[in-house]
Nanobody, 122 residues
Framework: VQLQASGGGLVQAGGSLKLSCAAS????????LGWFRQAPGKEREFVGV????????SYADFVKGRFTIRRDNAKNMAYLQMNNLKPEDTAVYYC????????????????WGQGTKVTVSS
């Protein structure tokens, strides 16, 4: 499956952005979909993951209450709604897919998309 993240941009602290992840070339509904980010000079980190039925969702502690993941299997799309953004949320955000929900926490996802850059100004 091929993935493409989009929707990044420049936003002021306290603002919102909605990232999209478009999937093609596979049965998207069979995969868990994870969001990750990598800030300049830092390692990639887990942001959140949603299972294939959208019944289980897990978030990193630093985004709880601010970010929301959802998916639309009929459209082969997933989304990351980010609210109350902080300068430390500045990073390139990636979506990734894997048959196993638990793969996201350890970052061992099978399929990765190109990232979209999010910059939060103070």
């Amino acid at each position: 499956v091929q993935l493409q993240a989009s929707g990044g941009g420049l936003v002021q602290a306290g603002g919102s952005l909605k990232l999209s992840c478009a999937a093609s070339g596979g049965t998207f509904s069979r995969y868990a979909l994870g969001w990750f980010r990598q800030a300049p000079g830092k390692e990639r980190e887990f942001v959140g993951v949603i299972d294939w039925r959208a019944q289980s969702i897990s978030y990193a502690d630093f985004v709880k209450g601010r970010f929301t993941i959802r998916r639309d299997n009929a459209k082969n799309m997933a989304y990351l709604q980010m609210n109350n953004l902080k300068p430390e949320d500045t990073a390139v955000y990636y979506c990734a897919a894997d048959p196993r929900f638990d793969s996201a926490r350890v970052g061992t996802m099978n399929y990765w998309g190109q990232g979209t850059k999010v910059t939060v100004s103070s």
